[in-house]
């Protein structure tokens, strides 16, 4: 991909960056010129990644993240920090979700996901912001002030969707994060903004798309496609960028049209 935005000099941490759009966020960025800490559980998954970004001649390093733990995160945001530079670019975007209707919800179920989309994201967010704070107030070393936090929540946190309600409220909770945050850091340089995903085809979902669920499904949507991994690119490149700097607090809806 060729564009005009150049994040070199700049270290990017994006979590989740073991599949789908993580792995596409990553790759994107370090087209950019940006170096990527690629952070998820699945590690393994996570060096193959970093492999095909070295290939192409990017910068990519591998950490292993559960951000259901505060020690993990806390960890893997100081060795980061430690191994490749003060992080400049926070891609949140680990998440999780089951299928079935709320009164089949269980405890189990919830937690599983408000513990990753909810409680982990907002302190992954917490624990890379305090960072960025610190290097606003000159109390902390580092070449770039202020910062880029870029939550990945979803068009189901703007639109209530059949099947998925939990995971539709986690990520209207993350909208309604995006926007404390903006608040309370932006006057220091950080600007906090979301993006929300519609139906995007990953590997994830590839074969849902073929069935005849998916297709129906499909028939549905405003101009009846899905979206692939590289439409989010440019409106990544911006929020991750210098261009982006009065862009705070803005909740983008990336779905073709589907939340109108």
């Not at 990753?116 to 000159?138: P, W, Y």
């Not at 409220?169 to 909208?175: P, R, Y």
């Not at 990953?202 to 073929?210: F, S």
């Amino acid at each position: 991909m060729s564009n005009s935005i150049d994040l070199s000099g700049r270290v990017a941490f994006i979590t989740g960056a073991s599949g789908g759009l993580g792995a596409q966020f990553a790759r994107t960025l370090s087209q950019a010129g940006a170096a990527v800490v690629l952070a998820s559980r699945r590690v393994e998954k996570l060096k193959d990644l970093r492999a095909q970004i070295e290939a192409q001649g990017g910068d990519a390093h591998v950490l292993p993240l559960d951000v259901t733990s505060l020690d993990s995160i806390k960890s893997a945001v100081a060795h980061a920090e430690t191994e490749v530079g003060a992080i400049d670019i926070l891609v949140n975007n680990s998440g999780v979700s089951t299928t079935q209707r709320v009164q089949d919800v269980s405890e189990e179920d919830y937690d599983f996901i408000f513990n990753t989309n909810v409680k982990g994201a907002f302190f992954v967010a917490q624990e890379v912001g305090k960072r960025m704070l610190a290097r606003a107030r000159g109390a902390a070393p580092g070449t770039y002030i202020g910062g880029r936090i870029i939550n990945i929540a979803s068009t189901a946190g703007l639109r209530v969707l059949p099947q998925i309600g939990a995971y539709c409220m986690s990520k209207a909770a993350v909208i309604q994060m995006t926007k404390v945050l903006a608040m309370e850091w932006g006057r220091f340089g950080i600007n906090v903004n979301a993006i929300c995903p519609g139906y995007i085809d990953t590997e994830l979902n590839h074969h849902h798309w073929q069935t005849e669920q998916g297709q129906k499904l499909i028939s549905m949507l405003p101009r009846k496609r899905v979206g692939q991994p590289q439409d989010l690119d440019g409106l990544l490149l911006l929020l991750a960028s210098g261009q982006s700097h009065f862009i705070n607090g803005a909740i983008v809806a990336a779905d073709d049209g589907f939340a109108i």
